[in-house]
């Protein structure tokens, strides 16, 4: 069992950064990691994910360029930093877990997920 808890969501004008962080309580080297993201009214979303061993990434073509997502297995946290940031960018942001090498291609293939943190990106 892995439990998941995001941090470092807020209030940032347009252009600024943020850093989330999604910190594991169990070994989270042994799975791969997504970010998501959802807006009222919207379902949720697919922002970036990264294998276990941190070597492959991938990102939502409306993020490319501006978010990183990486990993400290040591400290069992996956990290989101989110630069150049964009009203559209708000959002509920969540982690997830999938006990597998690679990221699943699909949301309902993660194993565990956390309850989310608020970014919110002003005009």
């Known amino acids: 069992q892995v439990q998941l808890a995001e941090s470092g969501g807020g209030l940032v004008p347009a252009g600024g950064s943020l850093r989330l962080s999604c910190a594991a309580s169990?070994?989270?080297?042994?799975?791969?990691m997504g970010w998501f993201r959802q807006t009222a009214g919207k379902e949720r979303e697919f922002v970036a994910d990264?294998?276990?061993?941190?070597?492959?990434?991938s990102y939502t073509d409306s993020v490319k360029g501006r978010f990183t997502i990486s990993r400290d297995n040591a400290k069992n946290t996956v990290y989101l930093q989110m630069n150049s940031l964009k009203p559209e960018d708000t959002g509920v942001y969540y982690c997830?877990?999938?006990?597998?090498?690679?990221?699943?291609?699909?949301?309902?293939?993660?194993?565990?997920w956390g309850q989310g943190t608020q970014v919110t990106v002003s005009s």
């Open positions: 990264i294998s276990r061993s941190g070597a492959l990434t």
């Open positions: 997830a877990a999938a006990n597998s090498v690679y990221p699943p291609s699909r949301q309902s293939r993660y194993d565990y």
């Open positions: 169990g070994r989270s080297s042994s799975y791969a």
